[in-house]
């Protein structure tokens, strides 16, 4: 038994060394692709709205610190792989710091690596690899619940669906609906699926070719899925990479390895005496990862709910007088939408976003509401900026709660329906 259990930790060892280099690296390139989200400066066109208010008057030096912090914690993840306590010590409070600083950084890849650096701070190698395990579990599964809803199969969904059939030269558009709301369902069906058998694949006496089977499912569906937003969506390089970091995650921690381990790992989680700092660490997470239930009551936003391409995200719908557009700032005008001669033009707060910081927009009413807040301030007028607050979308019928404002006193007393920040930082 003893040489099973020092075979098991030495894999558990391997892979957990394996598993950090490779988040690390995946988020130095993430971060690199969207460096103008982490390195502001005065400037900067898109505003940004910290998550407490006391921390919109912050320099932005401040930034640059925590981003420096933050590299040199990830660097240390590579390099010294073993070494997680240092790295964790400058990743967890400088990414926490950036993340108050400005809420559009609470991008899913850079929640889930917090998530994961305090995964990897618990004792037991083996506990590590069975809790980062469950984390991306239900990360396929709440993605998946959260698109079996009437926004994303009568929108994106469709977006989806028209623009796979015509790269083959087909036309969805001639399909009955049923036909389309059906196949826009299998994406999500196919993510539910991959998470059952994948939680599946964690128990014990499983054949090593179910494993392997379902490994290689979840590495082709990523695959498949970079390939998708490429080359034909043209989406954000940040979702492609992200993407093919869990095109190899998938594989680190889900190919088949000795049964001991996966014996031990059980023993081990299932331990009952246990150092108190463990116990904290894996009730903080165990309670993070739960969270995304709490979705849909609006008690957790939609992206650390794992809310991935599902539109029923609370939003603001932004628009201005047509014969004020002149008054924004030349870095928005591009982005005003809609006839010329109607009476208010809209203004894309997505499209600016990417544009300018190669990101797309946080997807939560609060944060747009500030990104409003800010535009209106320039514009400063009582009756040429309107703001739309839209809440979740219901899952079944899509109907949405409105509130209107007029105006940019209308506009900050929004803020009475958030708990956290809606102000924009002062650049």
């Not at 098991?8 to 690199?32: D, E, G, N, Y």
């Not at 889900?254 to 700092?277: C, H, I, T």
Request: proline share 5%; charged share 15%.
């Amino acid at each position: 038994m003893k040489p099973q259990r020092n075979a098991s930790l030495q894999t558990a060892l391997t892979s957990v060394a394996l598993l950090r280099r490779w988040t690390a690296v995946c988020t130095l390139v993430l971060l690199w692709s969207t460096w103008r989200l982490w390195l502001p400066y005065p400037g900067l066109a898109f505003p940004q709205v910290p998550a407490f208010e006391f921390l919109c008057t912050m320099p932005l030096f401040v930034d640059w610190i925590c981003a420096a912090g933050l590299v040199a914690g990830l660097l240390t993840m590579v390099l010294a792989p073993r070494r997680i306590t240092m790295a964790a010590s400058l990743i967890l409070p400088c990414g926490l710091a950036l993340l108050c600083l400005n809420q559009h950084r609470l991008q899913p890849w850079f929640y889930q690596l917090l998530l994961l650096a305090s995964v990897f701070t618990m004792r037991s190698e083996q506990r590590q690899l069975w809790w980062a395990r469950v984390l991306i579990v239900s990360i396929y599964a709440f993605s998946a619940v959260g698109k079996f809803d009437f926004e994303f199969l009568h929108t994106v969904g469709q977006q989806f669906l028209d623009a796979l059939v015509g790269a083959f030269g087909g036309e969805a558009t001639k399909w009955s609906l049923p036909t389309r709301l059906t196949t826009a369902g299998l994406m999500p069906s196919f993510e539910l699926l991959l998470a059952a058998a994948l939680w599946i694949t964690m128990g014990r006496g499983i054949s090593r070719k179910l494993r392997a089977g379902t490994a290689i499912a979840a590495c082709m569906f990523h695959l498949a899925m970079a390939f998708f937003f490429a080359v034909i969506m043209k989406h954000s390089t940040a979702v492609v990479l992200w993407n093919l970091q869990f095109a190899v995650q998938a594989l680190i921690l889900f190919w088949p390895m000795q049964e001991a381990l996966d014996s031990s790992a059980n023993d081990q989680v299932n331990a009952g005496q246990v150092d108190w700092y463990t116990r904290g660490v894996t009730t903080l997470v165990g309670v993070l990862i739960c969270m995304p239930f709490a979705e849909r009551w609006g008690w957790w936003d939609h992206w650390p709910s794992w809310a991935l391409y599902a539109p029923h995200s609370s939003r603001v719908e932004l628009s201005i007088a047509s014969h004020a557009v002149d008054l924004l700032p030349q870095d928005v005008q591009p982005f005003v939408e809609g006839d010329p001669n109607g009476l208010w033009r809209r203004i894309a707060l997505g499209r600016w976003s990417l544009d300018s910081l190669q990101t797309p927009i946080y997807p939560q009413a609060r944060f747009e509401l500030g990104v409003a807040r800010q535009i209106a301030q320039h514009v400063g007028s009582v009756v040429t900026i309107r703001a739309e607050l839209l809440g979740a979308a219901h899952r079944w019928n899509g109907r949405r709660q409105r509130v209107e404002a007029v105006g940019t006193q209308r506009l900050d007393d929004l803020q009475s329906h958030f708990l956290l920040n809606t102000r924009p930082r002062e650049l």
